[in-house]
């Protein structure tokens, strides 16, 4: 055979077999795609598909700094989040996805008004019993949103019973998930992410690939999301405390604090509950605890009863403010071990002299 013959030959092969060429490095550039794969629910053999292969050589470069960069900010809050996941039942890889919305950063804000590191906007933060309010916003509590996030992704996991259907439907909503499962006919993912049918937008199907592409570096990485110095650990603190004040107690620096709770807008805790649940480094637990005494709670509650009976859509915090009182009282009173409530509930309110003398004029 002629050499002119043998080259042509080996560009034929080069030819008709770059994608799959480019697959098995896929896999072999990253083997972690196995326990990643299987932890959202994809079969193993998307790996080797076109659309995913190259998105992965197109961004593999920047998700990797991306990677990198996202990890600094949040080593404080991974281990947190990791066992928060794992306690719920759910992959500790779904921290990827928080990662892939946030870059982990609590204050994150989208045009969509949308905050935090899982960036809930206002209206879905509310359906999750997170509080936002001028001074307060709970979508940026570490803590808080990731248990609404939680809440939400099982949910979503429960109506499409796959994780990757559920994190695709955490980003293009539950209706047009369903609609685009329909026009499919199907829910399998190299179908959905189909680039030339179009049934998920583009945003969508490049996010769960983020979030995949990012799980496998950093579970191939094999990086300690914690250290003996890098844990968090929750405290309470009572209500009206200054961050400054606090962190002065624990020897840090106020900045320092406050990016642990972004939460608290104005650096200081709202004085409208006894206390609020603060994060301090893992490091400073002893200080704290040596140093800070929460006050007695008195007793918070009201001495007039008024009687309600719950309406569609009504939540403890849209009565509490109607009454003046707040949704911990109404709790107490009424032996709620939780927040939910149902339609015509009949709830036993505390109020003050001023609330109860108007509700007896309007009766």
Same mark, same amino acid.
């Given at each position: 055979?002629?050499?002119?013959?043998?080259?042509?030959?080996?560009?034929?092969?080069?030819?008709?077999?770059?994608?799959?060429?480019?697959?098995?490095?896929?896999?072999?550039?990253?083997?972690?795609?196995?326990?990643?794969?299987?932890?959202?629910?994809?079969?193993?053999?998307?790996?080797?598909?076109?659309?995913?292969?190259?998105?992965?050589?197109? *961004?593999?470069?920047?998700?990797?700094?991306?990677?990198?960069?996202?990890?600094?900010?949040?080593?404080?809050?991974?281990?947190?989040?990791?066992?928060?996941?794992? @306690?719920?039942?759910?992959?500790?890889?779904?921290?990827?996805?928080?990662?892939?919305?946030?870059?982990?950063?609590?204050?994150?804000?989208? *045009?969509?008004?949308?905050?935090?590191?899982?960036?809930?906007?206002?209206?879905?933060?509310?359906?999750?019993?997170?509080?936002?309010?001028?001074?307060?916003?709970?979508?940026?509590?570490?803590?808080?949103?990731?248990?609404?996030?939680?809440?939400?992704?099982?949910?979503?996991?429960?109506?499409?019973?796959?994780?990757?259907?559920?994190?695709?439907?955490?980003?293009?909503?539950?209706?047009?998930?369903?609609?685009?499962?329909?026009?499919?006919?199907?829910?399998?993912?190299?179908?959905?992410?189909?680039?030339?049918?179009?049934?998920?937008?583009?945003?969508?199907?490049?996010?769960?690939?983020?979030?995949?592409?990012?799980?496998?570096?950093?579970?191939?990485?094999?990086?300690?999301?914690?250290?003996?110095?890098?844990?968090?650990?929750?405290?309470?603190?009572?209500?009206?405390?200054?961050?400054?004040?606090?962190?002065?107690?624990?020897?840090?620096?106020?900045?320092?604090?406050?990016?642990?709770?972004?939460?608290?807008?104005? @650096?200081?805790?709202?004085?409208?509950?006894?206390?609020?649940?603060?994060?301090?480094?893992?490091?400073?637990?002893?200080?704290?605890?040596?140093?800070?005494?929460?006050?007695?709670?008195?007793?918070?509650?009201?001495?007039?009863?008024?009687?309600?009976?719950?309406?569609?859509?009504?939540?403890?915090?849209?009565?509490?403010?109607?009454?003046?009182?707040?949704?911990?009282?109404?709790?107490?009173?009424?032996?709620?071990? @939780?927040?939910?409530?149902?339609?015509?509930?009949?709830?036993?309110?505390?109020?003050? *002299?001023?609330?109860?003398?108007?509700?007896?004029?309007?009766?």
């Amino acid at each position: 055979m002629s050499i002119k013959k043998s080259i042509s030959k080996i560009i034929l092969a080069a030819g008709v077999f770059p994608l799959f060429s480019f697959a098995f490095s896929v896999a072999q550039k990253y083997p972690s795609y196995t326990y990643v794969f299987s932890e959202f629910g994809v079969d193993q053999s998307y790996v080797y598909d076109e659309d995913f292969e190259r998105f992965v050589l197109t *961004h593999e470069s920047q998700i990797m700094s991306f990677y990198q960069h996202s990890l600094k900010k949040g080593k404080n809050f991974l281990p947190m989040m990791r066992g928060y996941l794992l @306690e719920d039942g759910l992959s500790d890889l779904f921290v990827y996805l928080s990662m892939v919305e946030s870059g982990f950063s609590p204050s994150a804000a989208s *045009h969509k008004n949308a905050v935090g590191l899982w960036q809930f906007i206002p209206a879905t933060a509310k359906h999750y019993k997170l509080e936002v309010c001028q001074r307060f916003d709970e979508r940026c509590d570490p803590a808080s949103s990731t248990n609404a996030a939680i809440a939400y992704l099982q949910k979503l996991h429960d109506r499409f019973g796959k994780w990757y259907l559920a994190a695709l439907a955490y980003n293009c909503g539950e209706g047009r998930l369903a609609k685009a499962i329909e026009r499919a006919g199907s829910d399998a993912l190299p179908i959905l992410l189909d680039e030339k049918e179009k049934y998920l937008p583009l945003e969508t199907r490049e996010y769960i690939k983020k979030i995949l592409l990012v799980a496998m570096i950093g579970e191939g990485l094999a990086l300690e999301f914690s250290s003996a110095n890098s844990g968090m650990f929750e405290v309470e603190v009572q209500g009206g405390t200054k961050l400054s004040e606090l962190a002065k107690l624990l020897e840090m620096k106020p900045k320092e604090l406050l990016g642990l709770n972004p939460q608290f807008k104005d @650096e200081i805790i709202p004085s409208d509950r006894f206390s609020y649940t603060v994060a301090i480094p893992e490091e400073k637990m002893i200080l704290f605890y040596l140093r800070y005494e929460l006050p007695e709670k008195k007793n918070p509650i009201k001495p007039f009863m008024v009687s309600h009976y719950v309406t569609l859509g009504e939540t403890l915090e849209d009565i509490a403010a109607n009454y003046e009182t707040t949704a911990e009282e109404i709790k107490i009173v009424n032996h709620l071990s @939780e927040e939910y409530l149902s339609v015509d509930q009949f709830l036993v309110i505390p109020v003050n *002299h001023k609330v109860f003398i108007s509700c007896s004029q309007k009766k």
